[in-house]
Structure formats: structure tokens, C-alpha cells
């Protein structure tokens, strides 16, 4: 078991075509986790992650804030409690909306080469 606080990692800029998005890798497989990432991303008020697919899942917990969720051609409101799953390949975005920091938990598994 490890435990620590989510402020001992790191906090990265996610490069364009992001907008306003930062990430914390909080757990990989450098913690000992051997199949899943786990990230903590914030968007600035009027930012967002680019629109864009892979051939992964996503499970997404929504700490605070308020946005939206773009998957494929649908776009819906979310706020903090909200929890998002985005299929594989599918075509997906948050959006900050809100006046504050939008913050999300967001797993992801990781890719073996």
C-alpha cells in the first residue's frame, strides 16, 4: 500500500492543442499500479482538453467545478459528483464553462507496448 498527498506529484501542462489544462499522474506504474493510471486534471475557467479519440476507455469523477462533456456528436452539462465514462474511440472533450477551476479525476488504462 502507498499513501500521500496528491500535492507530492507534480502538476504538468498539458501542451496544446489544450487549453488552460494541468495534470497530475498521481498513480502509474512507477507507485506499483501495473494496469491503470489514475490523473487529476484542472482546466482554468474557458479552457479545455483537445477534442480527440484513442483506443481506450476513460472513467472520469468530477471533483468541482462545472463544464461540459463532449462524446461523439453529444454535448452535456456536468458539475462536481458528476461521474463520465467514455468508450473507446470515441471523439471526446471537457470544457470549463464555469467561473472556477473545473477539477477531474480521470483512470485510464495503461498501454503495454
Known amino acids: ?27 502509474t506504474e512507477e507507485t506499483g499500479a501495473p494496469n491503470f493510471a489514475m490523473r487529476q486534471f484542472t482546466v482554468e475557467a474557458g479552457g479545455s482538453t483537445p477534442l480527440h479519440a484513442h483506443p481506450w476507455e476513460h472513467e472520469a469523477y468530477i471533483l468541482e467545478g462545472s463544464g461540459t ?13 458528476d461521474v463520465v465514462f467514455v468508450p ?6 471537457f470544457r470549463n464553462t464555469g467561473d472556477g477551476e473545473l477539477s477531474f479525476l480521470c483512470l485510464i488504462p495503461l498501454q503495454k507496448s
Do not use: S
Request: hydrophobic content about 35%; overall charge negative; cysteine-free.
Open 1 to 27: 500500500m502507498k499513501r500521500f498527498p496528491y500535492t507530492e506529484v507534480d502538476e504538468e501542462e498539458v501542451p496544446a492543442p489544450a487549453k488552460g489544462v494541468k495534470v497530475r499522474w498521481l498513480i
Open 88 to 93: 473507446p474511440d470515441e471523439l471526446h472533450q
Open 69 to 81: 462533456i463532449r462524446g461523439g456528436d453529444d454535448v452535456e452539462a456536468l458539475e462536481a459528483g
